[in-house]
């Protein structure tokens, strides 16, 4: 899969219904923690606004969100992350709330410079959820699906927001929607500590926030 460089920009932004920024209880590892970072979106102090223009993808921070568009089909995917620098080998929580018109994703474990592509943790528009590793994580150079497409009836549909809720607990990796658990696999081999997002072909997403936090 080619991958691609991202410049910076704004562009208009895409309309989703929202939902409110109270993200409740916090249930998860109770070990002291060591790394945190939340960005809300209320500006672009993290530096997540870009152009490639090339490749018809866009990204903007306004109104509170971040605003992240793919419209082109030169790749089956476009990705767009920030470094984190948590340990990757201890417990770490990653939260998010995402909607969009087509399908997109918390892309974590992202490393550009060893071509290690991370994994995805996808909703559609219509409500479907599921795992995948994007290559170059050890298990060889192709996409693979590690959670199945599944939906269920807490999760919001048409092109909704969702809170999705990544965790790693020691060698476990538990995936929640709407703080309902949707799987419970074991951990895979994280080659970075990049977070952000994924955006599948012709798809125009928007997130209203990114926390992580790591644990000892």
């Known amino acids: 899969m080619n991958r691609l460089l991202l410049l910076l920009v704004l ?16 249930p998860g590892p109770v070990q002291p923690r060591v790394f945190s970072y939340v960005d809300e979106f209320v500006d672009d102090r993290g530096n997540w606004s870009f152009a490639d223009q090339a490749n018809f993808a866009y990204g903007v921070v306004s109104n509170g969100s971040f605003k992240f568009d793919y419209n082109d089909d030169l790749s089956p995917a476009y990705y767009v992350s920030k470094r984190m620098g948590f340990n990757r080998s201890d417990d770490f929580t990653i939260y998010t709330r995402i909607g969009s018109n087509n399908n997109m994703g918390l892309l974590f474990g992202y490393n550009e410079a060893t071509n290690s592509y991370g994994y995805s943790f996808m909703i559609d528009y219509d409500g479907y959820y599921a795992l995948y590793d994007e290559g170059g994580n050890g298990y060889g150079p192709d996409i693979s699906e590690l959670v199945q497409p599944a939906t269920a009836g807490f999760i919001h549909r048409d092109g909704d927001y969702n809170d999705l809720r990544l965790e790693q607990r020691g060698s476990r990796w538990l995936g929640f929607i709407n703080d309902r658990l949707v799987f419970n696999i ?6 970075g500590t990049n977070v952000g997002f994924i955006n599948v072909a012709f798809t ?13």
């Open 204 to 216: 125009q997403g928007e997130a209203d926030y990114l926390e992580v936090q790591g644990y000892e």
């Open 186 to 191: 074991e951990a895979q081999r994280l080659k």
């Open 11 to 26: 562009i208009p932004a895409i309309v989703l219904q929202s939902c409110s920024r109270d993200r409740g209880p916090r």
